[in-house]
């Protein structure tokens, strides 16, 4: 199993353009998550998703857009990049157990780290 | 406001020593909180979790305490190691989806 994977590792973007980042698990979690990690801050919640065809906000959701079209697949769109959305993206994806209790852990990818300039 | 704080400041110990992280929250009533080791370069790794009707958790040299009055969770590795270095991140349980509110972390360095 590969866990959680995400593309690309490393993007540059000039003001204004606009990217995705693609986010895969093969664990078949229902829930998964999109943070940003700035020096500081530490893990914000961008957006997040209970299941296919889901999405809500997170704590710093403005200038980004989501889409979970797919159970394995999480996009977060930037879509007119700033340079305060310089940070390192990590994506998540967690499960609910049997019982239906989502008190469980999560599991990341290795980031993507997004310079805007 | 809500917050959560752990020491900003990097913890050096001496190896074979026991370290302890503190993780205060306040204006939050955590259902469960985690503890993730966060390597630099890579993403948060999952440690331990605790429920707030649980008191203390043990996972071979690591354990953490939960104490809802003092809104306090301790996180102990005991018979430290070089290879123990890493930032530790406090996370709490704050919401349906189990949705995750992270602590800015504590840099541990372990020492020969």
């Known amino acids: 199993n590969a866990g959680v994977t995400q593309t690309p590792k490393f993007r540059v973007l000039k003001t204004g353009q606009s990217m995705t980042l693609l986010c895969a698990q093969d664990?078949?979690?229902?829930?998964m998550y999109w943070y940003r990690q700035d020096p500081g801050m530490g893990l914000r919640l961008i957006h997040y998703?209970?299941?296919?065809?889901?999405?809500a906000k997170g704590e710093v959701p403005d200038g980004y857009n989501v889409s979970r079209l797919k159970k394995q697949n999480f996009l977060l769109g930037l879509e007119s990049a700033a340079p305060s959305q310089t940070s390192v993206y990590f994506c998540a994806s967690s499960y609910s157990n049997s019982l239906g209790s989502s008190y469980n852990e999560q599991f990341f990818g290795p980031g993507t780290r997004l310079t805007v300039l | 406001s809500q917050k959560i704080e752990q020491n900003s400041e990097a913890l050096n110990i001496q190896e074979g020593k026991t370290a302890t992280l503190t993780c205060n929250y306040t204006?939050?009533?955590?259902?469960?909180l985690q503890w993730y080791r966060q390597d630099p370069g890579r993403g948060p790794v999952f440690l331990l979790l605790?429920?707030?009707?649980?008191k203390e958790k043990r996972k071979e040299r690591l354990k953490v305490t939960f104490d809802t009055t003092l809104k306090q969770s301790l996180f102990h590795i005991t018979a430290s190691q070089p290879a123990d270095s890493a930032t530790y991140l406090c996370a709490l349980g704050t919401g349906g989806g189990n949705k995750l509110t992270f602590g800015t972390g504590t840099q541990l360095k372990v020492e020969l």
């Open positions: 204006n939050y009533s955590p259902a469960y």
């Open positions: 605790i429920r707030e009707n649980e």
């Open positions: 664990m078949n979690h229902e829930y």
């Open positions: 998703s209970v299941g296919e065809g889901t999405t």
